[in-house]
């Protein structure tokens, strides 16, 4: 049986939509400054396909950045988070969301001039706060972290950290195996755990 058009129509726009934002990352991290153009060239669509998605670059680059951190959350998933000691765990999750945006530097840096709201990004963060969350509560619960505090909040203060050592990373302030080392050990210390898991 023949599926209805409009069906088609939607898996049309979902592919092309698809494309566009593999292909944005691509050009984007090589070239911040590309054109839609440029994007639409590599993304092998119209310019005219972009717009129907994207009624202008910010919005394009919210996308970019929105599908970015689906990334980084898969890659910190990906981790199993919930085997072995809650600081291991931590630790893994966080290096893999690392990696997974040391791979867009550039789009990393551009990510954080975008002119989002703070609702907007408390909710693109929000599904690698409840995984840092979850993982932070599993600590407290096996007296490996303090537990006079809310994970959530802990969570929160992850994220801010994290982001503090890639700053330092990129502002050349410090190597990357610095800022990781410096990330885990004052991590732990505000976790009220070891230093050393």
């Given at each position: 049986m023949t599926p209805p058009p409009t069906r088609n129509l939607r898996a049309d726009a979902l592919r092309s939509?698809?494309?566009i934002l593999d292909a944005a990352l691509q050009v984007l991290e090589a070239r911040p400054d590309a054109s839609l153009d440029a994007v639409a060239a590599?993304?092998?669509?119209?310019?005219?396909?972009?717009y129907a998605h994207?009624?202008?670059?910010?919005?394009?680059?919210?996308?970019v950045v929105d599908r970015l951190t689906e990334e980084t959350a898969a890659a910190m998933n990906a981790t199993?988070?919930?085997?072995?000691?809650?600081?291991e765990a931590l630790l893994r999750v966080l290096d893999a969301g690392e990696r997974t945006v040391g791979r867009y530097p550039v789009l990393a840096r551009l990510a954080g001039s975008l002119p989002t709201g703070t609702?907007?990004?408390?909710?693109?963060?929000?599904?690698?706060?409840?995984?840092?969350?979850r993982v932070i509560r599993r600590g407290q619960q096996a007296g490996e972290f303090d537990d006079r505090l809310p994970p959530g909040w802990l969570a929160t203060v992850t994220v801010k950290l994290a982001h503090a050592a890639s700053e330092e990373t990129r502002s050349g302030r410090m190597t990357q195996e610095e800022s990781r080392r410096a990330l885990h050990t004052t991590l732990l210390l505000a976790l009220g755990g070891t230093a050393r898991p």
């Open positions: 939509r698809a494309a590599a993304a092998e669509v119209t310019r005219q396909t972009v994207f009624r202008s670059r910010d919005q394009l680059l919210t996308a199993d988070p919930d085997t072995g000691s809650a600081a609702r907007a990004d408390r909710e693109r963060h929000e599904p690698i706060s409840e995984l840092l969350a």
